[in-house]
């Protein structure tokens, strides 16, 4: 089978390869390279300045310091932020 596009015939099997590699393309260029972190900063710096985050009471303020100390340590682990 066979659709007719500007005047002429194109089978199925070359729109179907088309869309696939386009789709591929598409995919690639948009997660390909290497982002670098704004101004060096590290994800703990930038995750505190996006969404500054105030304690209401001592157990908040505990989770928030390990939280912070956990990121930290996977900072030091990765050698910086890491992209998945």
Not at 13 to 35: I, N, P, R, V
Not at 37 to 52: F, I, K, L, Q
Request: hydrophobic fraction near 35%; charge should be negative; glycine fraction near 10%.
């Amino acid at each position: 089978m066979s659709y007719v596009i500007f005047g002429r015939a194109i089978k199925t099997e070359y729109l179907t390869l088309g869309t696939l590699f386009a789709t591929g393309l598409l995919t690639y260029s948009s997660l390909g390279g290497k982002k670098a972190s704004p101004a060096g900063r590290t994800v703990s710096e930038r995750v505190n300045e996006a969404a500054p985050i105030k304690a209401a009471s001592k157990e908040e303020e505990e989770l928030m310091d390990s939280i912070k100390n956990f990121i930290a340590e996977a900072e030091k682990e990765g050698g910086g932020s890491s992209h998945h």
